[in-house]
């Protein structure tokens, strides 16, 4: 099928497609917070709701440009425009992020999962960053920054599933003492730091790059 050895020897186009469906991921956790937020008046949903709104936001602005450029010769000056764009919102990003983590240490919120389900959530995030830190490493050199800025939105993302992990982990199977708090509160914290220096170098690196096209 066209479809599938398209899917195995395009780079483009498979990030793209996994992107999108992340994209539309984003989409429904945001949704289903914000549903959530205005039935319960949580400021707990309501935050959520905010970053995988955020999130889902900066995910479709990058393949829209994509596609709309696909078929454009010349696109560097597009692509690292994109990217630094990718770079501001991730640092944007990080604003809703620290609320959850406050809300997390300070109110004791955090990601529940029912019965064995936070086992498999364990293995997909495995996955996930594993992923994420392959796909980024192996992007570092090329020369395609849209792409780039996929493969840093796919870490940041799955820097956060960590932190989700962690929380929902130390609920399930541990008390709520204050050393535990310490432990999300480290965690978190570094999970901002992290998305926020990202953030600042794509925003550097592609504005030294553009003043370079001038």
Not at 36 to 53: D, E, P, Q, R
Not at 115 to 130: E, R, S
Not at 202 to 209: C, P
Request: net charge positive; hydrophobic share 55%.
């Amino acid at each position: 099928m066209k479809f599938v050895k398209r899917l195995k020897t395009d780079n483009v186009f498979r990030t793209t497609l996994f992107f999108f469906i992340a994209f539309a991921i984003n989409i429904a956790f945001s949704v289903f917070n914000g549903v959530y937020g205005i039935l319960f008046s949580s400021v707990w949903f309501a935050t959520l709701c905010v970053y995988y709104a955020l999130l889902a936001f900066l995910r479709g602005a990058v393949v829209l440009h994509i596609l709309k450029n696909r078929k454009d010769a010349d696109t560097v000056e597009a692509n690292l425009k994109i990217y630094r764009l990718s770079g501001i919102l991730l640092m944007t990003l990080t604003v809703a992020l620290a609320g959850a983590v406050v809300l997390i240490v300070v109110d004791g919120k955090t990601f529940e999962h029912p019965g064995l389900m936070i086992y498999v959530v364990a293995v997909f995030t495995t996955y996930k960053i594993t992923a994420a830190i392959v796909n980024f490493v192996k992007t570092h050199k090329s020369v395609n920054f849209a792409i780039k800025a996929m493969r840093s939105i796919g870490v940041a993302d799955a820097l956060v599933s960590v932190l989700a992990l962690q929380a929902a982990m130390i609920s399930q199977f541990s008390g709520n003492g204050e050393d535990l708090s310490v432990m999300n509160a480290v965690t978190g914290g570094a999970v901002c730091a992290v998305i926020t220096a990202l953030g600042l170098f794509m925003i550097i690196n592609s504005t030294l790059k553009l003043k370079q096209e001038d």
